[in-house]
């Protein structure tokens, strides 16, 4: 008898079969993890894009999983090379987009239009060409692949796709440009005004679910990074209920508390609890601000590496977390 065909109406009826391989993958990987959060942090240049990268990389990497025929092997090789391209990708579609937003604002200015300046044209061109053919993005990954992964020259050139004599001049040229690259921090969004943080601080302390509706748009999202993600207040209000939820032998300790702190000029929410008579840090919430109110958080309580990254910063210590819901 033949099998059904299948329907846009039907294609998430895998769902419950790809759950339970996407955990174990996540746990078969634990060990590899915080080398390359480190290695995406140091890409990226801050704590909160390096996990972005990192999460991206994962999921780019898993989606390979159900789409090439032949097996994979080496997942710490694949993870590095995944990610170093996404880096670069995004580098270059972002100087990219600076470089056509400058010609947009060139021409809302009555500057000359390269379209119909041959002369110009041909120099868009090579500028972009240029830009494309820039090798910072390289350099800083091979000498983030060196230090962080300890890789050979050969492994080094088959993650970049090169050869070994073009790694050799991308670490003579990297190695002490590395340190003096500027930081890029970017924000999920509008950072958020200290006032609104502490009062987000204060209603989820209190338990105080009409005070947090008060401060968060009806449309809000929230996301666990790494994990799910719900839209408007009234799915998210248990998430709210969650956080004071305790469980230590789920690793949810007690005394669950927060405060406002202010990290790389962005105001934002540091969760604690104690477990096995520890406090430490337990999540970290990034929230954005639109119209006054709460439009986006992103909890960072599935992130380990981060929140460990983070309380060296602060001199604080994070509770050793996991890297997914139990």
Known sequence: ????????????????????????????????????????????????????????????????????????????????????????DHTRRRSLEREFAAEERADAHDAPRSDGDPARATEVREAASELLARLA??????????????LSLEETAAVLRTSVGAVKSALHRGRGRLERADRET?????APSRELVERFVKALGAKDIEGLRAICSADLTVELVGGAEAETFERNKTF?????????????????????????????????????GVEGINEVHRLEEIDGRIARIRCYCFCPDTLRLLGEHLGKRALDRRYRSP
């Open 240 to 276: 709210f209920q969650h956080a004071h939820m305790v469980m230590p032998q789920l690793g949810f300790g007690t005394n669950p508390h927060w405060e406002t702190i202010v990290y790389e000029g962005e105001p934002m929410a540091l969760g604690y609890r104690t477990l096995d």
């Open 1 to 88: 008898m033949a099998e059904p065909t299948p329907t846009p109406d039907t294609a998430f009826s895998v769902q419950p079969q790809v759950r339970e391989p996407w955990r174990r993958y996540l746990d078969s990987l634990q060990p590899l993890r915080p080398a390359l959060h480190r290695y995406c942090s140091r890409l990226t240049g801050n704590v909160w894009d390096g996990e972005d990268l990192a999460q991206d990389t994962l999921m780019r990497v898993f989606s390979l999983l159900g789409k090439i025929d032949a097996n994979l092997e080496n997942p710490r090789g694949y993870l590095i090379r995944t990610a170093t391209n996404l880096w670069i």
């Open 137 to 150: 993005p390289q350099e800083r990954a091979a000498v983030l692949l060196k230090e962080v992964f300890d």
């Open 186 to 190: 970017r924000a999920a969004g509008p």
